[in-house]
């Protein structure tokens, strides 16, 4: 990819803002912010008709409980209410809690309307001004809300100017640190990055049953087994598709049994139970749902559009190759179509365009990836879906979940049109933007590295390195430590070619992170096995692999030149394996003591005598299908090649 | 990064609200920075040792399960597939033709 300053900063910064429109937010979030001050002010009034009308003491108490969480027990409880109040706002906040984490949309609703019912039920007598205090209170809390609300516009929209007026800057500064593209004809994995990558390899290559070295927390939030699978793939086709087009074997493997493992019950049952509870939906649990889960369908379809781009495998297009058996009656049957089909239609039908992972919950990062994840399978099926649905979703994006200063807001709820605080920034949305619309990924790249740069401190020794302040948080394990973000920053410096912040963060990572090299694998022992995953992308991804493995489908080489395929796991390992067409180039190491290896080659030209270097073998002969056996002697870095005899 | 986050941040106030308490209380609390067990595994290595959940992740079982009663309860009572609302998309599967409407669950 090209990169000219003034046509991206020419973009400027959030140009369809709805902002500069005149409007701060969209017309859908308008709409369900409004629907619900209407249902609550109704609600509260008509608790307060009891008190006005006059009614039983219940009805005054549950009334006045529609006020807020807990308001009825104002009337009802006398001074115990000061105890009482407090605690049914400490249960709300439990059931808002469970809405976030799980789409439990009942939950708040169960604790308020029962809170009211309990403070009806046990209302003696009345307090006449309980319904001022309460009210009193609501209008104090609307009142700081608003007030806090305003000054973050405020300042939302300075930041959006100051973006606009440093966009030209910062778009030179981080072009001029772009690396160049890397050379596709010489790549090659160094020792250490063939220590990292075992550390994937090894886990992806167990049984599918099994879960070796993967971090069992929950299944409904960051640490669930589905992110650390679809991770290890997303890592593998990219490896595949940059570094080794021209080996199958055990990569393959890996690649496939990932796969298996995300088709494995505990991995995708969540869904169970969040359609139930957040849809009330007790009879159709199809976790390739028709509503909502995209962050199972839009992630599962970039997992399986990578693996294509990488090697050409149409199997996940067979009917029935993504199946997910809930017990020996139920199945749900599907293949990487109705991935497809789920993410499309949502956003069909969808009044944000942009829609749920759980119930009610609209994440734009899951919806970055679903649309990323249309266009990997578009790239492999010669599908558009990706390309028509563009204009749409980026207007939703725009306008629905854009704030004043540009940024992508992190996640609106679908029900009521509010949005809800998050931890993130330009930077974790630019790598997936860059598949989508790739000047505005470097716009927000550029702005993102620019507002980061106080994060790039020195070592003792006066070399460069990330430091955060704090004790960090890792989404993998949900335990302190700034690896996770390490390692982030890392994967997408990588993308965009910045040396200067993948070696910051690479040293952060190497000093505070606990790195190991154990048994031939590097880690990071203090690291949540999400986080360590991150960290292996970050260190052998180079400028643009994520987006050549969405956009591009593998080369005619990697699908018809002669490929290594059987070969033993962690005995050799595969550093390099690249063809032009008709010969084979390969650069292997030894993964253990074992010295003496044999290596399968296939797809050879049937009959052909081709010259070998690096191996016993001088000359080879390939067998009628194509196939021949080398034997080779590891010895570090070994590299065999072979070509056809003229 | 990952989806959800905001809850996660949410989970590690929670937890580390938890591992207060239970230092208060004098309990084991999980040392911070201690190395992962799974981060240190490996396919060729020793057999992983089995790890006992811990008890807030057991207390998690029969909260669930409570919840989804209370679920089912609710939607018997306040469900029901009208056409007009969540119900209606879940009469409907995915397939590579697009949203066709489900016969039977079974397939």
């Known amino acids: ?646 | 990064m990952a989806c959800c986050a905001f809850a996660a941040f949410i989970i590690s106030q929670i937890i580390l609200g938890l591992d207060a308490l239970r230092a208060r209380l004098g309990l084991r609390v999980p040392e911070a920075g201690a190395p992962n067990p799974n981060a240190m595994w490996r396919l060729d290595g020793p057999p992983a040792a089995v790890v006992a959940p811990s008890p807030l992740w057991r207390m998690a079982v029969p909260v669930t399960i409570g919840s989804v009663l209370v679920g089912l309860v609710v939607g018997i009572v306040f469900g029901g597939a009208d056409g007009s609302g969540h119900m209606f998309a879940f009469d409907f599967i995915c397939t590579r033709d697009g949203l066709v409407r489900l016969a039977g669950i079974d397939r």
């Open chain 1, 1 to 646: 990819m090209t990169l000219a300053i003034d046509d991206i900063a020419a973009g400027g910064w959030a140009r369809r803002s709805p902002f500069q429109a005149g409007r701060t937010i969209g017309p859908v979030t308008a709409a369900r912010q409004r629907r619900t001050a209407i249902v609550y002010g109704a609600c509260a009034l008509a608790g307060l008709v009891p008190w006005i009308a006059g009614g039983s003491a219940f009805l005054k108490a549950a009334g006045l409980g529609l006020a807020f969480p807990g308001a009825g027990f104002i009337a009802s409880a006398g001074l115990w209410a000061i105890l009482i109040v407090p605690f049914v706002l400490a249960l709300f906040a439990l059931a808002l809690f469970a809405w976030f984490g799980s789409g439990m949309v009942l939950a708040p609703f169960i604790v308020w309307l029962g809170a009211a019912l309990v403070a009806g039920a046990t209302a003696g007598g009345e307090w006449t001004p309980a319904p001022y205090v309460a009210l009193g209170l609501v209008a104090a809390f609307g009142g700081y809300v608003a007030f806090r609300d305003a000054r973050r516009r405020t300042a939302a929209g300075a930041q959006r100017l100051a973006r606009d007026a440093s966009m030209h800057t910062a778009v030179a500064r981080a072009v001029e640190l772009a690396a160049p593209e890397p050379d596709a004809t010489t790549r090659e994995l160094s020792a250490d990055d063939l220590a990292s990558v075992r550390y994937v390899l090894d886990r992806a290559l167990q049984p599918v049953e099994a879960f070796g070295g993967f971090d069992i927390v929950d299944q409904f939030q960051t640490s669930s087994l589905r992110y650390q699978i679809n991770n290890c793939g997303y890592l593998l086709a990219e490896l595949q598709k940059t570094y080794l087009p021209n080996f199958h074997g055990y990569l393959m493997t890996a690649q496939q049994n990932l796969i298996g493992k995300y088709l494995q019950k505990k991995v995708w049952s969540y869904w169970a139970y969040e359609t139930s509870w957040g849809h009330l939906n007790f009879t159709n649990h199809d976790p390739v749902a028709p509503k909502d889960n995209i962050m199972l369908t839009g992630w599962l379809a970039l997992h399986v559009g990578m693996y294509m781009n990488a090697n050409g495998d149409t199997r996940y297009l067979e009917p029935g190759a993504l199946t997910f058996r809930w017990n020996a009656k139920r199945a749900y049957v599907h293949d990487a179509q109705d991935l497809v089909s789920s993410v499309v239609a949502n956003y069909a039908v969808q009044a944000f365009c942009l829609y749920p992972c759980e119930p009610n919950w609209d994440y734009p990062i899951c919806n970055h990836i679903g649309l990323t994840g249309l266009t990997a399978m578009d790239t492999a099926t010669g599908t558009h879906h990706a390309a028509d649905l563009k204009d749409r979703w980026l207007e939703a994006l725009d306008t629905e979940f854009t704030d004043e200063s540009g940024s992508i807001i992190g996640l609106r709820s679908t029900l009521t049109g509010f949005r809800f605080p998050f931890p993130g920034g330009e930077i974790g949305f630019a790598t997936f933007m860059e598949t989508i619309e790739p000047e505005r990924a470097w716009r927000m790249w550029a702005i993102g590295r620019q507002e980061l740069t106080y994060i790039l401190g020195k070592t003792k020794g006066g070399e460069p390195r990330l430091s955060l302040s704090g004790r960090g948080f890792d989404f993998g394990n949900y335990r302190s430590g700034f690896g996770g973000a390490y390692a982030s920053i890392m994967s997408v410096a990588r993308e965009f070619g910045d040396d200067e912040m993948v070696a910051a963060a690479q040293r952060a990572l190497d000093e505070d992170c606990g790195l190991t090299v154990e048994g031939g694998v590097r880690r990071y022992a203090k690291m949540s096995n999400l986080s360590n995953i991150s960290a292996v992308m970050g260190r052998i991804r180079r400028r643009g692999d994520y987006r050549r493995t969405v956009l591009e489908k593998a080369s005619d080489a990697a699908l018809n030149g002669p490929l290594l395929t059987d070969v033993a796991y962690p005995d050799v390992l595969v550093a390099r394996a690249w063809s032009n067409g008709d010969d084979l180039e390969l650069v292997l190491h030894p993964g253990t003591a074992k010295r003496a290896q044999t290596l399968t080659i296939a797809r050879l030209k049937p009959g052909a005598t081709y010259v070998v270097s690096g191996a016993r073998e001088a000359i080879a002969h390939a067998d009628a299908a194509g196939r021949m056996t080398l034997a080779v002697e590891l010895d570090g870095r070994t590299a065999v090649t072979l070509r056809p005899s003229a």
